[in-house]
């Protein structure tokens, strides 16, 4: 009798893992989706602790698949479709697999707002896909975001990992607090903002205006050499090296200043106790 009472629990236990998984197991598989149109102007990601990984699909909807603990939902509310996502505490953290992947429409080009708390996200344009705006707020995760272009681009880091790849943006605002930001192959202009974190901009064309402050962080930023500018900056109690040749070069005990091309766009930087290193 106990005999046969176990192989009841095994095939009951069966049973819902196939046909009816939950979402605190760690290999169950859920999937959601809500529909892009005309009024849409804005896709929000919540993702909290999951890895994500957005893809561009030719469908006209935001389609969310979770394989693993957790739930995820997208709904539709005003002009933003949002994904959430929870992940409750499980027996299985120490198996923890779980994925999400969102996928949202290839000619979708109004909006686009990425949470991220723990989780480490991954974003790959392909081809070059340009939107309004790209918000990005990392807590103590990371991001991963290629091939943007973006006519206002906001990327703020806390305690995590940003890495922007093959970005144009015609404005940007950059705030790393003490994580790590970098970005590669960027096009624009922007304004950083360092507090104890690190900074580093190897950009590709320099199209608009540079404002960086540091506040005991450290930012590097590579220019090329047909780069136009004048730098005007000031270090309190920190450093700002400039390894370019400048033109009508001055240089005071906390300032410098000079013109490197013709001076089109505005470099203005300023240091206290930090590093702010321009080549």
């Known amino acids: 009798m106990k005999r046969?009472?176990?192989?009841?629990?095994?095939?009951?236990?069966?049973?819902?893992?196939?046909?009816?998984?939950?979402?605190?197991?760690?290999?169950?598989?859920?999937?959601?989706?809500?529909?892009?149109?005309?009024?849409?102007?804005?896709?929000?990601?919540?993702v909290?602790?999951?890895?994500?990984?957005?893809?561009?699909?030719?469908?006209?909807?935001?389609?969310?698949?979770?394989?693993?603990?957790?739930?995820?939902?997208?709904v539709r509310s005003g002009n933003t479709v949002q994904v959430k996502t929870r992940r409750p505490f499980t027996f299985f953290n120490w198996w923890n697999r779980t994925r999400l992947t969102v996928s949202i429409p290839r000619d979708y080009e109004r909006a686009l707002d990425f949470?991220?708390?723990?989780?480490?996200?991954?974003?790959?344009?392909?081809?070059?896909?340009?939107?309004?705006?790209?918000?990005?707020?990392?807590?103590?995760?990371?991001?991963t975001a290629k091939n943007v272009i973006a006519e206002k681009s906001t990327i703020t880091v806390h305690s995590g990992n940003a890495r922007l790849n093959h970005w144009k943006t015609a404005s940007a605002d950059l705030v790393v607090r003490s994580g790590n930001l970098k970005a590669t192959g960027y096009r624009g202009g922007f304004n950083a903002q360092v507090n104890s974190g690190?900074?580093?901009?190897?950009?590709?064309?320099?199209t608009g205006s540079v404002k960086t402050t540091v506040r005991s962080g450290r930012a590097r930023i590579h220019l090329p050499r047909d780069a136009s500018f004048r730098l005007k900056g000031n270090a309190n109690s920190g450093l700002?090296?400039?390894?370019?040749?400048?033109?009508?070069?001055?240089?005071?005990e906390n300032t410098i200043e000079g013109v490197h091309g013709s001076g089109t766009y505005t470099f203005d930087a300023?240091?206290?106790?930090g590093l702010l290193h321009i080549n």
């Open 4 to 46: 046969f009472a176990i192989v009841l629990v095994i095939v009951a236990l069966a049973y819902f893992i196939i046909f009816k998984p939950s979402p605190l197991l760690p290999f169950s598989k859920q999937q959601a989706s809500a529909p892009v149109t005309k009024q849409v102007d804005q896709i929000k990601l919540e």
């Open 115 to 143: 949470a991220i708390g723990s989780a480490k996200l991954d974003f790959t344009a392909e081809p070059e896909t340009t939107y309004t705006a790209l918000t990005a707020d990392v807590s103590s995760g990371s991001m």
């Open 270 to 273: 300023t240091v206290s106790s």
């Open 48 to 74: 909290g602790s999951m890895h994500t990984e957005v893809k561009l699909s030719d469908d006209d909807q935001v389609h969310a698949e979770l394989k693993g603990s957790g739930s995820v939902n997208v």
């Open 198 to 206: 690190n900074l580093t901009m190897d950009v590709a064309k320099l």
């Open 240 to 252: 700002i090296q400039c390894t370019l040749p400048l033109k009508e070069k001055g240089k005071g």
